[in-house]
């Protein structure tokens, strides 16, 4: 995906992208590939693939999340920073929290929020389930097994709230029993299941909450 398709494709999603929106994009993807030779962050690092797989792939929670009108999200197993900074470069209007458990990407996250000059996010080393604040949205991109998921995202939810997690194919992960069962203690609200643009690869957004 280049610049150009990328910013094509995420008109699709509805979003606009501004000149300093892709000015920061770029920089956070050089960013990525000097940290990358340093620590592992992604085996993803061609800037076509960037701009696919991790840029608009991170946006892709709008199909479902009306990022505007929410004031909270944490990013949790965040890693290389997706989807929270990108999502944070599209919606400054929202507070993130970004958690990883490995303390060399913590500083490369500092390092990217610093040079991109966001306000209101922040990283922090700490395992989920250590972490006690509550947000709108709890996001988690390819982070475990949904049920193992759970365990240590849905404290974080507010009542109101839900998590988002994004995946490839769920169709195994999913099964019938498996939704019954998170449905005993939580609702599954709703299962999206798309393809990414160019390659069609196989997404899916499960949006979970609390029973009411």
């Excluded at 940290?35 to 960037?50: D, F, G, P």
């Excluded at 982070?143 to 193992?148: G, S």
Aim: aromatic share 8%.
């Amino acid at each position: 995906m280049t610049e150009k398709e990328f910013i094509e494709s995420i008109r699709e999603l509805g979003i606009e992208a501004t000149e300093s929106q892709m000015n920061q994009l770029n920089k956070f993807y050089n960013l990525l590939k000097e940290w990358n030779q340093k620590i592992n962050l992604t085996r993803i690092i061609e800037k076509k693939e960037v701009y696919l797989k991790h840029f608009y792939d991170s946006l892709t929670i709008v199909k479902e999340v009306n990022l505007k009108e929410i004031s909270t999200l944490c990013d949790v197993g965040t890693g290389a920073g997706f989807p929270g900074i990108v999502l944070k470069i599209f919606y400054p209007n929202v507070k993130i929290t970004l958690v990883d458990s490995l303390l060399k990407r913590v500083k490369y996250l500092n390092e990217v929020i610093k040079e991109l000059d966001l306000d209101n996010i922040t990283a922090i080393h700490i395992r989920a389930e250590d972490l006690h604040n509550q947000y709108d949205i709890v996001t988690a991109r390819a982070v475990a097994n949904i049920e193992k998921l759970l365990k240590y995202t849905m404290h974080l939810v507010k009542e109101t709230g839900y998590l988002v997690a994004m995946k490839g194919n769920v169709d195994e992960e999913l099964s019938e029993e498996v939704q019954r069962k998170i449905n005993q203690k939580y609702k599954i609200i709703k299962i999206n299941k798309f393809y990414l643009p160019i390659e069609k690869s196989h997404r899916s957004l499960v949006i979970i909450g609390k029973k009411q």
